[in-house]
């Protein structure tokens, strides 16, 4: 990545992050609602499997809608930091958690229960920012990119699916890397945007 990419990420980034935390809090728990029924509306919305959402943070979209809303035989999971790249573990509310490197918490499960990417069936990521074309920003670390990169081509499970409210999508296209996994659809409180469509038999 460039210097000059990386600055405009960067000055990106933090007028997204503005924007998103200058919402009032009704309007919050409004949108968090509506983006749950979109997500549940999806035509590839997950009836079964392994599927993992994120534990929001820094004004991100709450995913709690979402998760009580679940078919019985989805299993929610939430992310864990295993050396570089996400790893993902159920957890149900009540379940104990601990706070990762970033004070994200995480379940505390032992390493030999955690379950790969490729694992999981359907995925809700959060964003900062996001274009028409599907291309996400993230807060920099790499976590889901590195994590995903064997979605590359959009080809593979899991469907990716990120949550955000409407204000953070960008007019112009995102400046991507080599790296950046693209996502199959993003829900946010105003409309649904669909990138990939599914196979039809």
Known sequence: MTVELAAHRRHLRSQLRARRHGLPAAERIAA?????????????????GHVAGYWAMDGEIALHAWQLQLPADCTYCLPVIAGDRLAF????PGDPLVSN???????AVEPAFLLA???????VLPLVGFDTGGERL????GW???SFAFRQDRSAP?????????LQQVDAPLDTADWDVALDAVCTESRTHQFRR????
């Open 89 to 92: 573990a159920p957890w149900r």
């Open 32 to 48: 968090a609602e509506r983006i749950a029924e979109r997500l549940l509306a999806l035509p590839f919305a997950p009836s079964a």
């Open 158 to 166: 899991p469907w990716l699916v990120g949550a955000a409210f409407a």
């Open 101 to 107: 490197r970033y004070g994200i918490p995480e379940p």
């Open 198 to 201: 599914p196979k039809t038999p």
């Open 117 to 123: 990417a490729e694992e999981m069936a359907f995925v």
């Open 144 to 146: 889901y990119d590195r």
């Open 138 to 141: 993230g807060m920099g670390g």
